[in-house]
Nanobody, 117 residues
Framework: QVQFVESGGGLVQPGGSLRLSCAASGSIFSIYGVGWYRQAPGKQRELVAA???????NYAESVKGRFTISRDNAKNTVYLQMNSLKPEDTAVYYC???????????WGQGTQVTVSS
């Protein structure tokens, strides 16, 4: 079973930036790709950004041009650079395999991102 450890969240003012990191316990990114997901209070978990096993990327419309996903396969680590943060970006952020196949690994604890003045 693969485990994920997310980090880098925190409290930031609107317009600020954060860089999230996620370390996986296994080498899955080159096989299943990787995604960043988030869940705000009272809402369903949603995909924010994904990088496929073929290195293509895609983003939710709400974060395009502001967020960038990148990964280091050798370190089994994925990053999410978040710029121009908005209050609506407030959520717990998680990483997991990229969507597809109808299944996910067990979710980690996530990292809280709060955008507020």
């Amino acid at each position: 079973q693969v485990q994920f450890v997310e980090s880098g969240g925190g409290l930031v003012q609107p317009g600020g930036s954060l860089r999230l990191s996620c370390a996986a316990s296994g080498s899955i990114f080159s096989i299943y790709g990787v995604g960043w997901y988030r869940q705000a209070p009272g809402k369903q978990r949603e995909l924010v950004a994904a990088a496929t096993s073929g290195d293509s990327t895609n983003y939710a419309e709400s974060v395009k041009g502001r967020f960038t996903i990148s990964r280091d396969n050798a370190k089994n680590t994925v990053y999410l650079q978040m710029n121009s943060l908005k209050p609506e970006d407030t959520a717990v952020y998680y990483c997991n395999r990229a969507p597809g196949g109808g299944w996910f690994y067990a979710w980690g604890q996530g990292t809280q991102v709060t955008v507020s003045s």
